[in-house]
């Protein structure tokens, strides 16, 4: 069995990807000693100097993930500051800001880019997209973050209305750990 540490402070992130990674053999361990998120203008760069600054305190193969909610009517919008802007204005502040848009205008992708460091030098970047729309309310009291107002293209329920098994067959957190699934099965 191969350990992979997760660093996150995301409980939710770690329920994921362990119900993702633990059947395919992996032990996941949480590690919560944070990393400084820099300001940059996609989440690649974000996942990139995360793992500068981790790979100096951890010397064992780790995992870390940026992800993002990136609104097609707000231009993208909340985007790498996803996070900051959930604890500011929140799901109800989203919503506000959508309240004009119906249809298209509520279109949305969310990406994740999971960062894994293993043994040799090269950071390996695996990058996961989901789209779908944002809901006209919250729904469902799963999941975590944007999960009540984000429905994603093939289902009719919100990720917060879905169990986390349900929610890593659509979400772009469960595509981007496939990717690095595959990465490892081709080691």
Excluded: W
Excluded at 122 to 130: A, D, N
């Amino acid at each position: 069995m191969k350990t992979i540490y997760f660093v996150t402070s995301n409980k939710g992130k770690f329920l994921e990807a362990k119900e993702k990674l633990v059947p395919q053999g992996f032990e996941i361990v949480q590690r919560n000693i944070g990393y400084p998120e820099i300001q940059a203008t996609n989440l690649e760069d974000v996942a990139l100097f995360g793992i500068e600054y981790t790979e100096k305190k951890i010397r064992h193969p780790f995992i870390l993930e940026d992800a993002g909610l990136f609104v097609d009517a707000l231009d993208g919008f909340p985007g790498v500051y996803s996070s900051y802007v959930y604890y500011t204005i929140g799901l109800k502040g989203i919503l506000k800001l959508l309240e004009d848009q119906s249809g298209d205008g509520r279109k949305a992708v969310f990406k994740s880019v999971i960062a894994y460091k293993g043994s040799d030098k090269k950071p390996r970047l695996f990058v996961g997209e989901c789209h779908g729309m944002i809901s006209n309310q919250e729904l469902g009291d799963h999941g975590f973050g944007y999960d009540p107002i984000f429905i994603p293209d093939g289902d009719t329920r919100t990720f917060g209305q879905m169990e986390v098994g349900e929610k890593n067959r659509f979400s772009h957190r469960g595509k981007s750990l496939e990717k690095l699934l595959d990465f490892f099965k081709k080691q």
